[in-house]
Nanobody, 121 residues
Framework: VQLQASGGGLVQPGTSLRLSCAVSGDLLDDYAIGWFRQAPGKEREGVSCIMSSDGSTYYVDSVKGRFTISRDSAKNTLYLQMNSLKPEDTAVYYC???????????????WGQGTQVTVSS
């Protein structure tokens, strides 16, 4: 399975970005899939994930109400809509997959390359 993340960039505080993660080699719906981020000098953290085919989701407290995770099964693509971005959201964002039911508060096993998100005025 290969994961290809895209959509990062340099944006001003308060604006929005949408990250995409294209999955190839297997069906996205067969996995728990999520977004992680690593800011400079900090440990990587799970931001949001869809843990199973029933659509159960997790969001880290700092992004609740601002970020929305979704998937398009027809396109085999995962998205992260990020609204009201803050400077503290600046990080490299990664998409990753693991076995169904896996909680993204813990590291996943298969990773895509990261995409840089920088929020700055």
């Amino acid at each position: 399975v290969q994961l290809q993340a895209s959509g990062g960039g340099l944006v001003q505080p308060g604006t929005s970005l949408r990250l995409s993660c294209a999955v190839s080699g297997d069906l996205l719906d067969d996995y728990a899939i999520g977004w992680f981020r690593q800011a400079p000098g900090k440990e990587r953290e799970g931001v949001s994930c869809i843990m199973s085919s029933d659509g159960s989701t997790y969001y880290v407290d700092s992004v609740k109400g601002r970020f929305t995770i979704s998937r398009d099964s027809a396109k085999n693509t995962l998205y992260l809509q990020m609204n009201s971005l803050k400077p503290e959201d600046t990080a490299v964002y990664y998409c990753a997959i693991d076995a169904p039911g896996s909680d993204c508060r813990y590291e996943y096993g298969t990773w895509g390359q990261g995409t840089q998100v920088t929020v700055s005025s």
